[in-house]
């Protein structure tokens, strides 16, 4: 009788397993995406501390600002460079799928805003016209551009941030110093990508801002803002770059829910400026600091209550859309729009209180008004193929005997990469994902309305994941791009017969 209970007991036990690990079976489809000459994405500033919060909240993003690196602090003796920390930050975008846009920053200084401190090394004479200092600034720009393409695969680089601000070259003399150091730094960039073979993974971005209605920018631009003459110290600039970028808070103050004149402002900028040339949004935010400080009032940037910054969003997208056209406003050239910031920060973001409640998300971690809002229509805007970041090029259904050889799979940008889409008619609200690569990487998964990541490279990866009957889609990611990939096997089972 003994003898028989065990027996009885080991059978219970292997069925309990069978139907606790039943394999689920599905269709695989390999799909390829290209970047949309028309699509426009959204990003975030995250600062590598919330990316990958930000990322399991609204999923893959096609871009990501990252980083304020000033020349003193890479360079950190005569000809020691010290990138690691840019290096780390760029490869953990990228490992979350993102295009990185980062800033360099040169030769802002006291000599041309008081305020400011020197971002050239001490070591050297605090003067870019200085010859022994240009050498040194166009090797340094060298280097870094060569060992960040070297170890990233793809840099999209702002060379001295918010020009208008960090330098405000309001003289003729520091317009042409600004100007002229700007094409000095391209060339040497220039000159380290195509050393390296790699001039197309380089893309250089200057970064305009300001209000146009303001009177310390209309004096840098040497012309006001109706019949505008565009400066050609700034077009000489754009003339090297890849890209224009505009970093913009203008809003109007007496009409805080309405993004009409912030939308005026970024028109001005690529009408004027862009020479035709794609834009990115590197930087726009929307300010809560008057519910924490109701008498608080700004020109600086856009402003007011947490309600005011819903109302403000829910009207900025639609019309950002509207008039990304051409003949619009934004004439179809901007491709990203990433928001200054995704969560509220007191950590080096700013010395003044008022200032750190630019995000979505409160510091405790609790979302604003604005989140949802904000999330639904980028969801709908990255998702019509009119305005979409990237578009189909290709689906090709995958024999189950393909993953015994190995698929392969490329990553090229947060635009344009290979993905899978797995299908099955199983519903359960558990089930084992099982993930295996030809050689170490990173993987993301989409499922059943949920984000999932594992950003540890190795070469199996398990998610305990949700099906609904919705697809499940598969990004096999990496520090580097392009990310060569193979996907060898994919298990999926349930816990729930």
Known sequence: MKTKRIWIAAILAVLSFSLQAQEIKYDLEKVVMTENPAGLGFGFWCNNKFSNKMMLDFGRRPYERYGFFSWKAVETSPGVYDTANIIEGIRQVHALGSTCIIALNNISGPWFLPSFKSQIPAFYPQDINNRKTREAGKKYIYYVVQELLKQTGELRVCFDYEMMWHCRPDTPQKQEMLSKWYVDAAASARKAANDLGMADALKIVPIVNGSIEDATVTKLLNSGQ???????????????????????????????????????????????????????????????????????????????????????????????????????????QVRSFCFWMYSDSNAKQSNIEREHYFGIIRMDG????????????????????????????????????????????????????????????????????????????????????????????????????????????????????????????????????
């Open 226 to 332: 109706q019949n505008h003459k565009p400066a050609r110290w700034l077009l000489n600039m754009v003339e090297v770059s890849d890209y224009l970028a505009i970093d913009s808070y203008d809003f109007d103050i007496n009409n805080p829910t309405n993004p009409e004149k912030t939308l005026t402002t970024l028109g001005f900028w690529i009408k004027h400026y862009s020479m035709g040339k794609p834009v990115h949004i590197t930087e726009f935010g929307y300010s809560t600091g008057n519910t924490h400080f109701p008498n608080y009032r700004t020109t600086y940037h856009a402003t007011g209550t947490e309600e005011q910054q819903r109302d403000f969003y829910e009207a900025l997208l639609p019309m950002l859309v509207r008039e990304n056209v051409p003949g619009g406003k934004l004439n179809g």
């Open 366 to 497: 609790s979302r604003k008004p604005s989140f949802d809002i904000l999330k639904a229509a980028i969801d709908r805007i990255e998702s019509d193929p009119a305005t979409a970041p990237s578009l189909e090029k290709e689906r090709v259904k995958m024999d189950p005997a393909a993953l015994k050889k190995g698929i392969a799979s490329r990553y090229v940008s947060g635009t344009a990469y290979d993905c899978f889409v797995l299908t099955t008619e199983k519903k359960t609200p558990k089930a084992a994902l099982e993930i295996t690569l030809g050689n170490k990487g990173t993987v993301l998964v989409h499922a059943a309305d949920k984000w999932y990541q594992s950003l540890d490279a190795k070469v199996s990866h398990t998610f305990q994941i949700a099906l609904d009957g919705t697809p499940v889609t598969i990004y096999l990611t990496g520090g580097n791009f392009p990310t060569d990939q193979t996907l060898q096997n994919i298990t999926l089972k349930s816990r729930n017969p």
